[in-house]
């Protein structure tokens, strides 16, 4: 069983995932933006225990949206250890992919020979958070034990798998193809001495989702598709190379969280008609991005026969998608689901199959 706390994480992403005897092994995915912490994240925790024990913290790519409450989770762990005190949270493993990690496995030295253009870059305040909010991760990782992506031993990129407690852990993104890209983008920064290659990036979020950690995650025959805010045209490039797609038939996960919160920048016809889910996550808000795009669900909905069940499901009252849902609905099985404002998180549970 598989059950999923999908928190309010308004424009970002922020769950639980739970597996095992009465869900006792937790990872937490990503920690929404920094608010996000203290409002929902925190108290969350608190509820799994004396300290609140966590398997694995999985920071999907740097971008203030899914990296900002884990920078205040990682800030309190380590003020703690500081001042002597317990840990208030007990965490056993950090899987998280720094830029610089990922450039350095192509090419070795050069992030050092750009970091200085990037520290001045980063006083910008459009790039700065990103940047700042990935080096304060990876320096907190050292002293709390955490860094190595252990049992990966290295980035987590396509191909990487990994056995977590009766949980398979596949990951399907980042390829060579994007990590090449970012290569690439630092190879001119420092051929034209212009952090503004890399940094531009920052400001559109190019270079923080090429980098995007995609996690197909498969405990007692049940399956979740976790795709952080890579493209959908890398997932499915992934899921080609590691032989889960052949073009034959749709590839069909039990869970399937939408990329980058159901953007229509991110995803096409092809990537719904190729992946097929009974449960689609978003993860948004509708407040700061227009996000789910109604093209987004128009496409989702038309991948699917008119007579065939799934759930879509919203982390937040958006009226503008439940109206377009509502009207994509009209003869057709799917149902719908909204987390309810008076919850902190959105529960969703992946049972044995009968």
């Known amino acids: 069983m598989l059950t999923f706390d999908f928190l309010d994480a308004r424009h970002g992403d922020c769950f639980l995932v739970h597996w095992g005897p009465s869900g006792e092994r937790v990872m937490l995915v990503d920690g929404g933006p920094g608010g996000v912490y203290g409002a929902t994240l925190r108290g969350r925790l608190r509820q799994l225990g004396d300290p609140p024990h966590v398997d694995v913290v999985c920071l999907s790519h740097v971008d203030d949206d899914h990296a900002g409450g884990l920078v205040r989770l990682f800030r309190d762990m380590r003020q703690a250890q500081q001042d002597g005190e317990a840990l208030p949270y007990a965490v056993d493993a950090l899987w998280f992919n720094s830029v610089e990690d990922l450039v350095d496995r192509r090419a070795p ?17 459009a790039v700065g958070a990103s940047y700042r909010q990935g080096r304060d991760i990876r320096n907190a990782a050292g002293p709390l034990h955490l860094d190595g992506n252990v049992p990966f031993g290295g980035p ?22 994007a990590v090449r890209e970012l290569e690439e983008r630092w190879r001119e920064a420092k051929a034209r001495e212009d952090p503004g290659v890399i940094t531009a990036g920052y400001t559109d979020g190019s270079v923080p989702n090429l980098s995007s950690i995609v996690l197909l995650l498969r405990h007692e025959g049940r399956t979740a598709l976790l795709t952080g805010d890579a493209r ?34 991110n995803v096409d016809t092809d990537f719904f008609e190729q992946v097929r889910a009974d449960h689609y996550v978003i993860s948004a808000d509708g407040v700061r991005h227009h996000h789910p795009d109604e093209e987004t669900l128009r496409m989702l909905v038309g991948s699917r026969d008119p007579d065939e069940e799934y759930v879509v499901h ?3 009252h958006i009226p503008f998608a439940e109206e377009e849902l509502a009207r994509l609905g009209e003869g057709r099985a799917f149902g719908v689901d909204v987390r309810d404002p008076a919850g902190q998180a959105l529960l969703i549970t992946i049972g044995d199959r009968p």
């Not at 987590?156 to 193809?177: F, H, R, S, Y």
């Not at 490039?237 to 039990?254: N, T």
């Open 109 to 125: 030295g050069l992030s050092a020979s750009v970091r200085p253009l990037m520290e001045r870059a980063a006083a910008d305040a």
């Open 156 to 177: 987590l990129t396509e191909g990487a798998e990994a056995e977590l407690a009766d949980l398979d852990v596949t990951v399907v993104a980042p390829d060579e193809q």
């Open 232 to 265: 959908g045209d890398r997932v499915l490039a992934g899921l080609r190379e590691l032989g889960l797609l052949d073009g034959a038939e749709p590839f069909h996960v039990d869970l399937l969280k939408l990329p980058h919160h159901g953007s229509g920048r």
């Open 314 to 316: 919203l982390t937040n």
